[in-house]
């Protein structure tokens, strides 16, 4: 069977590394559980993942690749083919008796930022996340206070995981060999204590970052600043601090006293 020719507007980079396969597949310890998939492709990853003798659910927004993976579905494998940010998470694995969860994926840099937004947002029990994304992405997930890619992608995925950079990926691993290269990053579920809301929070701590060259106060004007004030000063900063300078437990501080 012809390989498909991968599609510039869906961001395809097809992973043809046999080697960094079984690595990604290996990156979890499964039996018995639910593995979701995004973005299988032609199935390179998807046919290691079945052997896993799990659960797996795999999005696919591009049906050019069915005839890559409709012999690869059977009673423990499901392919659906849509847009994983339409969909409900919830809804597709209702029905499924299941372990643990883990989410699997080779995400596109434009649409990195929604898909995570997505499953988080979607309060599915996630044990962990392996997903393959650009090095400079892989550099902001785990960016630490200060550091030029610290931002505000950094605060919201690490308040709800551990995030660990697994390894790097050459861009020859690829078909098309993009211009960039990858990594594989794992993210271990945290237990939310705080019992934020996502949604409120993600937009909180982008309002933070609006303008990363100003100081919270700035930034923050619709607040009462006062309280801000104190919080900064109780957490050795001073009331012209900018977002990039906190660290993630004094944006909790802020947001629980000001927003929830």
Do not use: W
Request: glycine share 2%.
């Amino acid at each position: 069977m012809q390989d498909l020719k991968a599609k510039k507007s869906l961001g395809q980079n097809f992973l043809n590394d046999d080697n960094i396969l079984n690595k990604i597949a290996n990156s979890i310890d499964t039996e018995n559980d639910l593995i979701i998939e995004i973005g299988p492709g032609m199935g390179a990853l998807t046919k290691k993942l079945i052997k896993k003798n799990s659960y797996l659910i795999a999005y696919e927004i591009d049906e050019r690749t069915k005839p890559f993976l409709l012999h690869l579905e059977n009673e423990k494998t499901r392919i659906i083919y849509n847009d994983f940010l339409k969909t409900n998470l919830k809804e597709d694995i209702k029905n499924i008796t299941y372990n643990r969860l883990y989410i699997i994926a080779n995400i596109p840099y434009y649409i990195t930022t929604p898909i995570i937004e997505h499953i988080i947002e979607s309060e599915i029990p996630v044990e962990s996340m392996v997903l393959l994304v650009q090095k400079e992405v892989a550099d902001r997930f785990s960016a630490k206070p200060k550091s030029k890619d610290y931002g505000s992608l950094t605060v919201y995925l690490n308040t709800y995981f551990k995030v660990d950079k697994l390894f790097d990926v050459k861009n020859t691993c690829f078909n098309p060999v993009p211009k960039v290269d990858s990594a594989v990053v794992k993210f271990t579920k945290k237990n939310n204590e705080y019992n934020i809301d996502s949604v409120k929070f993600s937009k909180f701590i982008k309002e933070c970052f609006s303008m990363k060259r100003k100081t919270l106060k700035n930034n923050l004007k619709k607040y009462d600043f006062t309280i801000i004030k104190e919080i900064l000063l109780e957490n050795g900063y001073n009331e012209s601090a900018r977002a990039e300078e906190l660290d993630l437990d004094t944006f909790i501080k802020i947001y629980m006293k000001i927003v929830k």
